[in-house]
C-alpha cells in the first residue's frame, strides 16, 4: 500500500479524503494554505442537492450515505433525515411546464411536481405570489461551513495530521511524486500528492501547456436573519443548472452591464440563518457592490428580505471545469500525482463520494468512470 499521502487543500474535498484514507490506515498530512473551509468549501449556499448531470447522480446519492455516517460520528454536523424539498422557481409558467416534463423523463426519482403560482405560495407561504415552480425532493440544508469543518476533524481524530497556514506545491523528481514543497521552503516526503486545490488546481498541475481546464467562477453570497420565519425549501431561479459551464459564465460577463452582473437568486437556511446568493463571475469583486443587486433581485421573490439583518458579505470561487465534470483520479504522466477537483457548483453535494473515489483510485488502483477520468480529453 502506498504509505505516505499529501493532500493539498482544505476544502471540502481535501477534508474528506483525509478522513476516508486515514480511516482506511494510510499515513496522511493535509496541507492548507488559509484555513479549513477557506474557499467556497465554507463559504457556498449550503444545499446539499441533486446536481442536474446523470455523471453526478452517484457521487451525489453516495454522498449523502456519507455525510448520514458524518452526522453520527460527529458531534456538531447535523443533516434532516429527508430533503427539505427545492423549489425551481420560473416566472415564465411555460417554461416550468417545460422544465417539468424534462424533470419528470429524467429524474423520476426526484418525485417532480408542477406548483402554479397559487400552488407555490401554498407550499412555501414566505414566498410572493407570481411564479411557477418545480418541486423536487431534494436539498438538504446546512450551514455552509458545517460539513467541511465536520470532515476535517474526523481527519484528525483518524491520525491525519493537518498544516494550516502554509501552501505547498507538489515536488516531482523523475516523473514521480516525492512529497510536497511549501511556502517556508520546508519538505515533506510522500509517495502520493493529492491535490485538491479547488479552481487553484491547474495552478498546482503541469498541463503540458494546456489550458486551465479548472477556472474560478466567483460568486458572492449573503449571511442574513430574516425577520421571522425563513422559507422552508431550498429555492432558487430555474437556471442555476444551465449555468455550470466555465463557457457560459464568460459568455454572460461579456454581457454584464454596470450594476448588473450575472446572479441569479438562491437562498437556503439552516441554523437561524438563510445564506442568499449568488453570481456567477470570472473574477473576483468586492462583495459590498454586489450586495444591493442580490437583496434587490431577491425581493421580487420573498418579501422579508427587505427588513432582513445583512450579518455577513462573503466571496469564494466555484472551481468551475471546462465540462462541468471534476476530475477525478491518477494525473498522466507523473506516478504519485492524483487529483480531486472542479466541482463547479455541486462540491458540497458530491465532494465526499468524490473524495471516496479518489481515495479508492490511491490505495486500491480502481479506476474513475472515464466521464470523470483525471485524463479524459476534452473537445
Ligand atoms: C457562491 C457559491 C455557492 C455554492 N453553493 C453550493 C451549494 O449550495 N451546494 C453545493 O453542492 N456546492 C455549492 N457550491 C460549490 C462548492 O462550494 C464547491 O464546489 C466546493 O466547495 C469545492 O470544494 P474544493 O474542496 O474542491 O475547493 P475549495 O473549497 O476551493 O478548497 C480548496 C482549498 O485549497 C486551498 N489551496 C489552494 N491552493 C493551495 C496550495 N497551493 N496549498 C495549500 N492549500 C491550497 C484553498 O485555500 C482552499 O481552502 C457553491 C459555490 C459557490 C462559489
Sequence with gaps: MRSEIVVIGGGIIGCAAAAILADRGARVTLVERTAVGAGASGRNLGAIQYPFDPALAALYHDSLTRYRALADASGDFTMAASPAGLLLLNRDLEAAEAHHRRLVAAVPELQPVLLSPDEVVLAEPLLRHGPAAVRLATGYPIPPASATI??????????????????????????????????????IGADVVLVAAGPWTSDLLDDGGRPARIQPTWGVTLQLRLDG?????????????????A????????????????????????????????????????????????????????????????????????????????????????????????HGPWGISTGPASAAMV????LDGTQPPPELAAGRPLG
Design 229 to 245: 420565519d425563513a422559507p422552508r425549501h431550498i429555492v432558487e431561479e430555474d437556471e442555476v443548472d444551465a449555468i455550470n459551464r
Design 247 to 342: 463557457a457560459a459564465a464568460t459568455e454572460r460577463a461579456a454581457r454584464m452591464v454596470e450594476g448588473d452582473p450575472p446572479s441569479l437568486f438562491s437562498l437556503a437556511s439552516a441554523g437561524g440563518i438563510s445564506t442568499l446568493g449568488s453570481t456567477f463571475l470570472p473574477s473576483e469583486h468586492e462583495p459590498a457592490h454586489i450586495e444591493p443587486l442580490l437583496l434587490r433581485r431577491a425581493a421580487e421573490f420573498l418579501p422579508l428580505i427587505e427588513t432582513a439583518e445583512v450579518l455577513e458579505r462573503r466571496i469564494c470561487a466555484r472551481p468551475q471545469s471546462v465540462d462541468g465534470r471534476p476530475f477525478i483520479g491518477p494525473v498522466e504522466g507523473v506516478e504519485g500525482i492524483f487529483v480531486c477537483a472542479g
Design 150 to 187: 465536520a470532515w476535517a476533524e474526523l481527519a484528525e481524530e483518524r491520525g491525519a495530521r493537518l498544516i494550516i497556514g502554509t501552501g505547498g506545491t507538489p515536488l516531482v523528481q523523475s516523473g514521480a511524486a516525492v512529497g510536497v514543497v511549501l511556502a517556508d521552503g520546508d519538505r
Design 359 to 362: 481515495a479508492r483510485a490511491i
